[in-house]
């Protein structure tokens, strides 16, 4: 219950921050946007030349699109870890985090979160509607129940892994190139993974599953019964990836030296 009024008060007092700047604020928004619809407006482009793209149709890929920016857009709001090396490694911050009776993670987390991003969850859903409205889908009551949790398993898969790359800071004070490259591979996700070699499924199914985040979950709400075992495995392996990643920052903050040493 602490945790969830610290995670509270750090909201608050970042939006006023926030705020003193709208117009940078509104522009990173538009930025965000704009992104977005570049990836959208590739995948129409390439429906533009073809009917299916591995048997999946325009307004289904597009709906596995759409539902990766959800919990893409929850995980970039509090798990914003890019700058994690420079402010808390190089500059000493984590001296001052580790002084204090809240886990280091949980401060890390609630200082560096940007909930501006979430706003990629009215996106996501806008595109899923739009797909939606397109597509013969029959829901069960229940559907939205396994919606939320894999969502959810979504965000702890990219927690997960990239917490475990972050926690490599704490061992060493130089920059890692790792994390651009994670994030390439995590694209491949947005997209249905039977249109990758059986290398790359492998991969994005065990190694780096980001699978999990966006494809798997998405062709179960598609009524694709195909992967429905790997989208009901979607909250399993988040949990199993997350707790790697905790596991992963635990022993780097044992390992870690301070800014001194």
Do not use: C
Request: glycine share 8%; proline share 4%; hydrophobic share 50%.
């Amino acid at each position: 219950m602490v945790q969830f009024q610290l995670l509270w008060e750090y909201f608050k007092q970042y939006m006023k921050a926030r705020l003193e700047y709208r117009w940078d604020f509104i522009s990173q928004f538009f930025t965000d946007l704009m992104s977005q619809a570049i990836n959208l407006v590739f995948i129409l482009v390439v429906f533009g030349h073809t009917q299916h793209l591995g048997g999946w149709s325009r307004y289904e890929v597009i709906f596995i699109y759409g539902y990766f920016l959800i919990p893409w857009a929850v995980f970039t709001s509090f798990f914003n870890l890019w700058g994690f090396n420079d402010k808390y490694i190089i500059r000493g911050e984590l001296d001052r985090v580790l002084t204090r009776p809240v886990h280091s993670l949980v401060q890390v987390i609630m200082e560096s979160m940007a909930p501006e991003s979430l706003m990629g969850v009215l996106t996501g859903g806008i595109v899923m509607g739009w797909a939606v409205w397109n597509l013969p889908l029959d829901w069960a009551w229940y559907d939205p129940l396994l919606f939320i949790m894999f969502v959810l398993g979504g965000v702890a898969v990219y927690a997960g892994i990239y917490v475990a790359l972050t926690s490599i800071s704490l061992y060493s004070d130089s920059k890692s190139d790792i994390q651009p490259i994670v994030y390439n591979i995590g694209t491949y996700g947005r997209y249905p993974v039977n249109i990758y070699s059986k290398i790359i499924q492998f991969v994005l199914t065990w190694i780096l599953p980001f699978a999990f985040v966006g494809f798997y979950p998405a062709s179960y709400l598609l009524g694709n019964g195909d992967w429905k075992v790997y989208a009901m495995l979607t909250p399993v392996v988040g949990a199993v990836f997350f707790s790697i990643g905790l596991y992963s920052w635990n022993r780097g903050i044992e390992n870690y030296k301070g800014a001194g040493s």
